[in-house]
């Protein structure tokens, strides 16, 4: 059992590690990384949310999250705007840059998600999806219990 549960985290982790390394190629070409993509696909839907809105609903600390919209604001993608006179609190926008990129950059992700579940039935997927939701939400849970 033990080798199992090793096994599973050891999956996960190169599945992850795959999965960035493709990302990675996609989002080069836009002079981004992977990790700033969820960034610019939670502001898609999300505009003016402040920095600390994002951290959360990303996962990530408020340093790692300056650090990313700085580089955005920089490559032109990410616009942030004083709330309110507030010059401490911004709202962050997406660019006219950024909208006209998100497109292609959805289509090829879905091609990569379309390659690496290529050998799953339907269901499989499906089957597959729904676990790893529960586990996502699942460790979410155990995060949330720890902080």
Partial sequence: MEIENMHFIMLNNKIFRN???????????????????????????????????????????????????????????????????????????????????LPRMHEEIQEIVDLISGDLSPEEKAVTLAAMKKIFMRTQQLRAEEE
Avoid: W
């Fill in 19 to 101: 999965n960035q390394i493709q990302l990675d190629k996609v989002m080069k070409k836009y002079g981004l990384s992977s990790g700033s993509m969820p960034y610019l696909f939670i502001l898609e839907k999300n505009e003016g949310v402040s920095l600390h809105q994002l951290s959360r609903k990303i996962g990530n600390d408020k340093a790692m999250t300056t650090r990313t919209i700085k580089r955005l604001i920089e490559l032109e993608y990410v616009d942030k705007v004083g709330k309110d006179g507030d010059c401490r609190a911004y709202q962050l926008y997406l660019t006219e840059k950024a909208r006209a990129v």
